[in-house]
């Protein structure tokens, strides 16, 4: 049975009510064998749920969902993987495209955004779980490669400087974000996968005059593993500056402390933004009068006053700023020159392109939406670049 027709039949639209019965069912259809005892009762139960016309068997079992399903979606899951790995903060799905590309099979995901959801469940067929707080370890299949963002809002700069101005507390202090590293680790402790990769904003390392860092570096060594850690930047695999810090890990139990590990020789930055740009972009794109008089008005009011805030408008034959979650907002970090008329933003798939999804990725959500997931999401082809590095050292 095909994927898309199951997807029709159970109304696979993710809601705030159905989304862990769907997530039970899309983990054990993709996991059936590896891992998805775990969702099978719950999986069932949804199907007898929504099939009450159906000849559905008394267990909750019917021949058709016993027979491999054929998933016709533009990421599925490895037929016969090398390894296996579980996506926490799993945004849109970068790492797991990074490590399905290198023969991995994910056995569990995770991602709190009903809109991110979306975007993932359309890729790759699963819907993710949903607070990773809520999740008992227990319901997370063993896996050798544990991989996510954990949420850099309290680490970053932008995001110090609003909870400063408002008063706020931030880093480890910020109950509602600072703490989610710790799902982190108590997974490790739980799971002991043979490997990490986790990744961060770059103003980790040096938050709080490193002590952030610190904490979060000498846990993940109290649970055993040896630590490597670089910042990168991802202007070596797109036209963005884009620069992350990358925390790899081995459990000691295993490699003893001499894994092969070392991060990859980065290849030359010769990419430049206009080959990433469409050749016809809709109108809507372009800039109104009314938003580029306040962007250059804004702009120069900063420079008067001797600092850089303003506009990004791009040199074509160069990088641009990062991208971030607020380009939706109005675009202005990076901004494409016209001929003729006022400048325009990148549209949804250049914002792919620039993050290094290939084309086929689908984009089912609004424009904004799509600004704050890829602005949100990893460098695809940078984390591939580190994840090889890691799967090379796994012992198949």
């Known amino acids: 049975m095909k994927y898309s027709a199951l997807r029709e039949e159970f109304g696979i639209e993710v809601t705030k009510g159905n989304l862990e019965e769907l997530a039970n069912l899309t983990h054990f259809l ?3 064998g590896d891992g998805g005892h775990l969702f099978e009762k719950q999986a069932k139960a949804y199907i007898i749920k929504v099939s009450e016309e159906l000849d559905v068997l008394e267990d909750g079992s019917q021949n058709q969902y016993a027979l491999p399903i054929e998933w016709d979606v533009p990421f599925p899951p490895v037929k016969t993987p090398k390894f296996t790995f579980v996506d926490l903060f799993a945004g849109i799905g970068g790492f797991r495209i990074a490590f399905q590309q290198l023969g991995g099979k994910c056995v569990f995901s995770s991602e709190w955004n009903k809109f991110a959801q979306k975007t993932y469940e359309a890729n790759f067929g699963e819907v993710p779980f949903g607070d990773i707080t809520k999740i008992h370890v227990d319901n997370i299949p063993d896996h050798d490669v544990l991989c996510g963002g954990f949420p850099c809002q309290p680490f970053s700069i932008a995001g110090v400087s609003k909870k400063n101005s408002l008063g706020r507390d931030h880093g480890f202090k910020d109950e509602t974000q600072g703490t989610l590293f710790f799902d982190i680790v108590r997974i490790l402790e739980a799971k002991r996968p043979k490997a990490f990769l986790l990744e961060n904003v770059k103003n980790l390392v040096s938050h709080d005059k490193g002590k952030t860092f610190m904490v979060i570096s000498e846990a993940l060594k109290e649970m055993g593993y040896s630590l490597h850690t670089r910042v990168m930047d991802g202007k070596h695999f797109v036209p963005q ?6 925390l790899v890990g081995f459990d000691k139990a295993i490699f003893n402390g001499e894994e092969g590990f070392d991060f990859p020789s980065m290849p030359e930055a010769n990419h430049k ?6 050749p016809k972009p809709d109108p809507k794109y372009t800039l109104t009068d009314k938003l580029w008089s306040y962007l ?3 702009a120069q009011k900063h420079k008067e006053k001797g600092n850089g805030f303003g506009f990004g408008l791009v040199d074509l034959e160069s990088i641009s700023r990062t991208i971030s979650a607020r380009y939706y907002k109005d675009g202005s970090e990076i901004l494409i020159p016209q001929t003729g008329k006022n400048p325009r ?3 949804p798939r250049e914002c792919a392109r620039l993050q290094g999804y290939p084309d086929k990725f689908l984009i089912p959500v609004s424009d904004n ?5 890829f602005g949100n999401s990893v460098t695809v082809p940078l984390i591939q670049n580190v994840a090889e590095k890691i799967v090379n050292q796994l012992d198949f």
């Open 30 to 32: 993709q996991n059936n």
């Open 241 to 246: 500056h884009r620069e992350r810090i990358l």
């Open 273 to 278: 933004i206009k080959d990433i740009l469409e």
């Open 296 to 298: 250059q008005t804004y």
């Open 345 to 347: 933003r990148l549209t």
């Open 369 to 373: 939406q799509a600004y704050r997931q």
